[in-house]
């Protein structure tokens, strides 16, 4: 039966050299081939004699035999020990794609127990600096000195993985002691003598090497270098793998990362989208995320008032220091460090422990430390044309600084914060100048609507400036010589202080009230805290009342002014210290060029009305007066139709009950001449008594109460005719006098031949 190790044998590396050589053995039967084939021994000395003649086959002794058998016995051994360490290698390599360093420990044993060595050692060469890995069999001394001399340290051919390195190939020194580059000392520590060491390289270039090293002086044979090559290409992959899915992960990670950072940044345009003007979600959103992705514990978002910052949002802020944050109000940082540091710098800042920093007495920075317990903390400018509007600080509670991807999500973040910022105010601005362009509408319908009457426009004005402005109270005031008079208040004033103004009380224009002063200097003038006002601590009387009565804090006065001459005054005012901004100090100038616009319409509506009415008299009593020239000359020497046109037309005209007319005689008596055509004879008595009477003895026009102007021309005019008319009439030669008791209008007319 066939040895099952021989069996085996033809998969081992053998040389030719080393085959066993073909063994024949016969055994002959009893009796020789004459006895075997029942012949004579002639015939078969006959059969030798005529075949060919036999080699001499040599002979192996059983001792040879079992030599060869242990030998291959021994090498199959180490064959199958070698397939399987490289077998477990591998193995750990597929199960270990993360981590070679399973790999490595696996790899240095096995080479060092499979080549019979006491020191095996794979090291790594990386940024020029070269790291033990791992090793097998060290003394603790030889540890302590590898890790000294060797560790992060540049190769030297002082050893043999440095010596590796360096040449990229094989060093295999049988004797250290006889290599006067070699460390004698390193060499005594270790207890080694003879070392091998192979160069790890991958695409020509060194990433490591390992080494093996025994301790009697004498070479590593070709198979224990071939094995350590196969060990060598094992590291490497192991190496590469790890690379591999280093960069795969690291590229997932930044892959998650950025899809991270995009979902975040949607998110954010998402809230800015749906919430237009409005500010608080979307800085609430930009911390959240800032906060989630960067892995930090709070965030802050402040903005720039001034000279300094105040806080516009916080996230998951421990509530001791909001509580001071919000109490203190306006910040202004030292410029040397944090906030005060990003106005001055323009640049982002990292502390990787803010509690070892110097605070340089800024209270903001100690109480980010001794309240919210912040360690490590980035801050980033919010720029709007390289100009500081804002800040993110974003913050740990534990000493861990900030990667310069989480430093760049957070510029991208105050990036956003100022698009946002930006589209607010620009929305604010187009709100502000709707607002505005309505109210004035407003007002100016109100004027259509309303043409003479300022009151209302006053009130429309006043309501809209108090609304948009948003004041507490608002009142315009209307020159009168040198002093202003209330002409119209909006907003609940205490009566207190309104009933003085409605009572007939006036400010003199030469005072030093805040609205005196704008009148004085004939633009706005804003007082940003009425008790902080000169006026106020002289103990000017209206500033006094103005304070602590309607407790008015903040005010606006713009003169109103045409062709530069003063005509009144726009006061708006706030119960708060609160000034008031450009716009909406331009706002009340626009309203009060229209109060000018509609007090100088009005003026000229009521001109045009009163010369329209005169004209409209001057043309109607035009008609009538053609009225009686047409009947007298229609109806020559008869008085009564004359008589009636006359009272008719004069009645009429003077929106009278009734007229009459009177004629005097010379014996003193008079006739009464009357729409009916009634003919009366009065005594002397009856004519010089009552309303008649005194027209006489005075001789001009007598009225109970004043006549119209307008109206007296008219009588004149029918006077006349009258006289005219009577002067012709025989018996009608002395005197006539024409009396319309209705309107109490008289007039008299004396004529002679």
Known sequence: ???????????????????????????????????????????????????????????????????????????????????????????????????????F?????????????????????????????????LTPKATSQLHEIQQLKRPERSNGAGRAILDRALIHVPDVFKDPEYSREFALAGGWRAVLALPLLCDGKPVGALSLAKAEPTPFSDRQIQLLKTFADQAVIAIENVRLFETEQTRTRELSESLEQQTATSEVLQIISKSPGELEPVFEAMLRNAVHICGAKFGNMWLRDGDGFRIGAMHGTPQAYADFVRSQGVFHPD????????????????????????????????????????????????????????????????????????????????????????NTRLLSELRESLQQQTATADVLKVISTSPGELEPVFRAMLENATRICDASYGAMWLREGDAFRNAAFHGALPAAFTEQWRSGMMTRLDSNTPLARAAQSRKPLQVADLRDDQAYRDGQPLTVTAADVAGIRTLLGVPMLKDDELVGAIAIYRKEVRPFTDKQVELVKNFAAQAVIAIENARLLTELRQRTDDLSESLEQQTATSEVLKVISSSPGELELVFNSILENATRICDAKFGVLWQRFDDGTARLFSR??????????????????????????????????????????????????????????????????????????SWSA
């Open 335 to 422: 410029p040397r460090a944090g906030l005060g540091a990003i106005l001055r710098t323009k640049q982002p800042f990292q502390y990787e422990d803010a509690a070892a920093g110097p605070t340089y007495g800024d209270k903001a920075r100690q109480a980010i430390v001794d309240l919210a317990g912040a360690r490590t903390l980035i801050g980033v400018p919010m720029l709007k044309d390289n100009e500081v509007i804002g800040a993110i600080g974003v913050y740990r509670q534990e000493v861990r600084p900030f990667t310069e991807k989480q430093i760049e999500l957070v510029e991208n973040f105050a990036a956003q914060a100022v698009i946002a910022i930006e």
């Open 1 to 103: 039966m066939q040895c099952p190790l021989l069996a085996q044998a033809d998969i081992l590396p053998w040389r030719e050299s080393e085959d066993l050589p073909r063994i024949e053995h016969r055994r002959e039967p009893p009796g020789g081939d004459m006895q075997r084939r029942g012949g004579s021994g002639q015939a078969g000395k006959r059969q030798r004699a005529t075949g060919p003649k036999a080699s001499k086959v040599p002979t192996t002794s059983g001792a040879d035999l079992q030599e060869q058998l242990e030998r291959r016995t021994r090498e199959l051994d180490e064959a199958l020990q070698q397939q399987a360490a490289t077998s477990e290698v591998l193995g750990i390599i597929r199960r270990s794609p993360a981590d070679a360093q399973p790999v």
């Open 676 to 749: 009916a055509l009634a003919y009366l004879r009065y005594s002397q008595s009856s004519y010089s008594v009552g309303l008649i009477g005194r027209a006489r003895s005075v001789r001009s026009t007598v009225s109970l109460k004043p006549a119209s102007a307008s109206i007296l021309p008219t009588i004149v005019q029918m006077n006349a005719i009258l006289v005219t008319i009577l002067w012709r009439l025989p018996g009608l030669n002395s005197a006539a006098s024409g009396h319309c008791s209705s309107c109490r209008c008289l007039r008299r007319t």
């Open 105 to 137: 420990d696996a790899i240095v044993q096995s080479a060092a127990r499979l080549c019979g060595a006491i020191f095996g050692g794979l090291h790594l060469y990386e940024n020029d600096r070269v790291r033990m890995v791992a090793t097998n069999n």
